[in-house]
Nanobody, 115 residues
Framework: QVQLVESGGGLVQPGGSLRLSCAVS????????MGWHRQAPGKERDMVAT???????NYADSVKGRFTISGDNAKNTFYLHMTSLKPEDTAVYYC?????????WGQGAQVTVSS
């Protein structure tokens, strides 16, 4: 019943900005945590940002100060706002939600940073 749908990926120039969205559907109470991971070609999927039920955020060192995770409860959507993008940020970005002892994943959104 829980489904995550991502949007907002695309091509952006170095130094640019992009916002990814993750829309959550289903009857959900007391979410444990939400977050974003990314997977570059030939590499493992790594955490980039999380936010827990106390609104405590955590960021990978590589994105700290450039990326921001946030949520809009009225829209049942959370976001990853990316600024000062670098070519090494190029990856498929996956939103995720931890609820009821399970981990749910979005379908992935391609972000390409290139001039």
């Amino acid at each position: 019943q829980v489904q995550l749908v991502e949007s907002g990926g695309g091509l952006v120039q170095p130094g640019g900005s992009l916002r990814l969205s993750c829309a959550v559907s289903g009857t959900i109470f007391s979410i444990s945590a939400m977050g974003w991971h990314r997977q570059a070609p030939g590499k493992e999927r790594d955490m980039v940002a999380t936010i827990d039920w106390r609104d405590i955020t955590n960021y990978a060192d590589s994105v700290k100060g450039r990326f921001t995770i946030s949520g809009d409860n009225a829209k049942n959507t959370f976001y990853l706002h990316m600024t000062s993008l670098k070519p090494e940020d190029t990856a498929v970005y996956y939103c995720n939600l931890r609820y009821g002892g399970n981990m749910y994943w979005g379908q992935g959104a391609q972000v390409t940073v290139s001039s």
